[in-house]
């Protein structure tokens, strides 16, 4: 049984995960999920984004760095091979998941960030799609392929798979246009598992309003609800809202639909969008407000 | 353009919460040796390939 969870988790992080983007991708797209929003130029941004770092960032790093630590770290090797699997599971999935939370949350409240974090927030819908888009400084930095590396190199490999297996389930699942989570709110059995559910996990109604263009509609929280597989950071730190509905619209209200080869490698290409914040004189942030006004935190 | 002073102290408190939060998951796992008597490290030598 075990070695077939194993096989599951092997692949799933191999090819597995990609396959199962792409399929859910065509259903959302099958049905209409992007509604008219997926221009020629959103297309090519989200599938340069899809398929760079699978290709290209993460073998990379993830050769250099197993090619590097037996040079600097020689007795290292293996040297945590013997944490238990469980205790090992539940290291990883706090050091990685809450990294990646400050990560995210640093690039929404540090202004000289958000540049770097723009474009997986200027999809104007939600789904497989827009799931892996980033800007390549964001995915050169993104600390969840250092960590995986090391941890590898250091023995907790097998934790590791399973550990990245199921993040990328839940935060794909939460970037997903199919409203999956839905059930949890309306079925009554099920309702006790969704109460558990959207505080320990993302959902696409949390994650949702993360993506949302407006706070207006009393749904969209985009200062806030910044965790990736766990939602339970959110709570402690108070940056979270639970809601069991979607917002009404996705994006940024000032997004100006900039070149794809732009938002995939600002700073190194700029938009040639007069006032864009991807261009060269641009805001650093576009719905900054006057320096007079008090400025709206998340959490608050 | 700057980062609000209170977002600038939430940031500051939650990081050093982050810090027992990390730490947590080492902590319980110790403390389960301690209260169980096991060993691992000395009883599961690390596979290496160091021979």
Redesign the interface.
Known sequence: MLVHIETIFRNLNGWGLPVIMLLVGIIEFAYGLYENHWTKNEKVLDIVCFVVPKIVVRPFVAYVGLLLFPHLL??A????????FW?GF??IA??DD?TQY?YH??HH????LWRFHRTHHSAPYMGMAMASRQNIIYTIFFSQIYLTTTLVYL?LGYPVLFVTGVKALITTGAHSSIKWDKPFYTIKWLKPVGWVMERLISTPATHHAHHADTSDDGVGYYKGNFGNMFFIWDL??GTGIITRQYPSGYGIKHYKQEEWYAQFMWPIFKSKKEGSELAANG???GD?LPPEAP?V???? | ????V??QK??LR??V??IF??A???V??LL?FKISGQR??K????????K
């Open positions: 020689p007795d090797k293996n040297a945590f091979a013997w944490v238990p205790w539940a290291i706090v050091a809450l400050w949350r640093l409240q540090l202004p000289w023995g402690i730190f805001p650093m942030v900054a400025a935190v998340a959490g608050s | 353009m700057k980062t609000p209170v977002t939430r940031i939650d990081a919460i982050s939060i990390y947590l998951p080492v319980l796992m389960s691992p490290w009883d599961k030598p690390a596979t290496t390939i160091h």
